[in-house]
């Protein structure tokens, strides 16, 4: 079967540095995506990895090793707005997103 | 504002009442989606409009029925649910529903209670 793996819940004290690891088995990889999603609110994009490597975009950095099945979201110098849920998602052979359960973050003063 | 739109927000249904969720999207894409998100859970995909044809039915049971009158426009008709249909129905579209990117961008859902 398809699975992806994330921790449920996270704690980080703001100004800090967080990473939050997604491992996946999935048929087939097509890219993989996070996303983040405020209480009530809509999963909005964060980041694509589709080839091995890091990818930079501001305070949000996304690693991807194929060979491992392995990703992780960076935060950094974290705010108290980033406390959110944090989905990883697999697109995988037949181009379905396969989602992991999110990574409840929550961001201490 | 991700530029899709979901009515309405929050519904509440009776077991035997017949309610419709409505999505619209001003994107300019060609795919849509319909997701459930129950709590804890990962989303699960239900149904797939490519081209305003449904390429994907996840062996969603009959009672939700799909419909996609043009690219921009989805709707989910609800009949007879259960109570454990109680979830988060999230709306998403994205360019097209194959190769590339094809970044989804989802409405803020409506959040459904049947009781």
């Known amino acids: 079967g398809q699975n992806i793996d994330q921790p449920t819940e996270m704690t980080a004290t703001e100004g800090a540095i967080v990473q939050i690891n997604c491992t996946y088995q999935?048929?087939?990889?097509?890219?993989l995506f996070w996303y983040q999603q405020h209480a009530g609110e809509a999963p909005t994009f964060l980041s694509y990895?589709?080839l091995d490597g890091l990818e930079e975009k501001g305070r949000f950095s996304s690693f991807l090793s194929r060979s491992k099945g392995y990703s992780y979201l960076l935060l950094k110098e974290l705010q108290m707005k980033d406390s959110a849920s944090y989905l990883c998602?697999?697109?995988?052979?037949?181009?379905?997103?396969?989602w992991g359960a999110g990574t409840k973050l929550i961001i201490k003063p | 504002e991700t530029g899709v739109t979901q009515t309405p927000r929050h519904l509440v249904m009776g077991m035997t009442n017949k309610k419709s969720l409505k999505c619209e999207q001003h994107?300019?894409?060609?795919?849509m989606y319909w997701y459930k998100q129950s709590a804890k859970k990962p989303l699960e995909l239900m149904f797939v409009?490519?081209?305003?044809?449904?390429?994907e039915n996840n062996s969603v049971p009959s009672r939700f029925s799909p419909e996609c009158p043009n690219s921009s426009h989805l709707f989910l008709h609800l009949h007879t649910l259960q109570p454990e249909d109680s979830a988060l129905y999230l709306c998403?579209?994205?360019?097209?529903?194959?190769?590339?990117?094809?970044?989804?961008?989802f409405g803020a859902g409506t959040r459904l209670s049947v009781l």
């Open positions: 998403a579209s994205s360019q097209s529903a194959g190769q590339g990117a094809n970044i989804q961008y």
């Open positions: 994107l300019g894409h060609n795919a």
């Open positions: 409009y490519n081209f305003k044809e449904q390429t």
């Open positions: 999935t048929s087939g990889f097509n890219g």
């Open positions: 990895n589709v």
């Open positions: 998602a697999v697109r995988d052979s037949n181009y379905q997103l396969i």
